[in-house]
T-cell receptor, first 116, second 117 residues
Framework: AQTVTQSQPEMSVQEAETVTLSCTYD???????LFWYKQPPSRQMILVIR??????QNATENRFSVNFQKAAKSFSLKISDSQLGDAAMYFC?????????????FGSGTRLLVRP | EAGVTQFPSHSVIEKGQTVTLRCDPI?????LYWYRRVMGKEIKFLLH????????ESGMPNNRFLAERTGGTYSTLKVQPAELEDSGVYFC???????????????FGSGTRLTVV
């Protein structure tokens, strides 16, 4: 069975600086999708960035980028120029290509604090 | 477009009572998912509806949980009788077509925080 591990329960970053959130996963599949979701306090979860496993190029979305290491099964999220609005729970998620339900497998989350 | 709506936002019930959570997906979204996060742990999949049919209910923990989606619109998740370990945040997500879901393009609700005391 696939698993997703986020080993950092909480991270803190100074506003305008850079922070990296870690995520590792375990799977026997060769093709899959990886995602980072953000959940602000009492708000709905939104997709931050996604990566398709067959693509070697790391995905980027404005200040958010990933470091996808397929062999190491690692998928970290880098947030550059951190802003107060980035404070949230961040969840790493996996979706196997063979799953007909397209359900997501999540990690336990990392709470990001942004210091002004 | 209106988002995915879940209510109540919070519910505190006693062990042994019944609670019903409701999710209103985005209109026209055939795919509806329920997930649950027990405090401090990972978010876990519970089940997936395609319209009114249960496509995958492999994540339902036991027969105390009953999910329905009458008419393929809103969905309810009933817990009866509730146990202490059922406490957590219950998320609902919807997607119009599987193709969009395939890329992780779900729309999530804000969740229902359930506390069983």
């Amino acid at each position: 069975a696939q698993t997703v591990t986020q080993s950092q329960p909480e991270m803190s970053v100074q506003e305008a600086e850079t922070v990296t959130l870690s995520c590792t996963y375990d799977t026997s599949e060769s093709d899959y999708y990886l995602f980072w979701y953000k959940q602000p306090p009492s708000r709905q979860m939104i997709l931050v960035i996604r990566q398709e496993a067959y693509k070697q190029q790391n995905a980027t979305e404005n200040r958010f980028s990933v470091n996808f290491q397929k062999a190491a099964k690692s998928f970290s999220l880098k947030i550059s120029d951190s802003q107060l609005g980035d404070a949230a729970m961040y969840f790493c998620a996996y979706r196997g290509r063979m799953d007909s339900s397209y359900k997501l497998i999540f990690g336990s989350g990392t709470r990001l604090l942004v210091r002004p | 477009e209106a988002g995915v709506t879940q209510f109540p936002s919070h519910s505190v019930i006693e062990k042994g009572q019944t609670v019903t959570l409701r999710c209103d997906p985005i209109s026209g979204h055939d795919n509806l998912y329920w997930y649950r996060r027990v405090m401090g742990k990972e978010i876990k999949f519970l089940l997936h509806f395609v319209k009114e049919s249960k496509q995958d209910e492999s994540g339902m923990p036991n027969n105390r949980f009953l999910a329905e989606r009458t008419g393929g619109t809103y969905s309810t998740l009933k817990v009866q009788p509730a146990e202490l370990e059922d406490s957590g945040v219950y998320f609902c997500a919807s997607s119009q077509v599987l193709g969009r879901a395939k890329r992780g393009g779900y729309t999530f609700g804000s969740g229902t925080r359930l506390t069983v005391v």
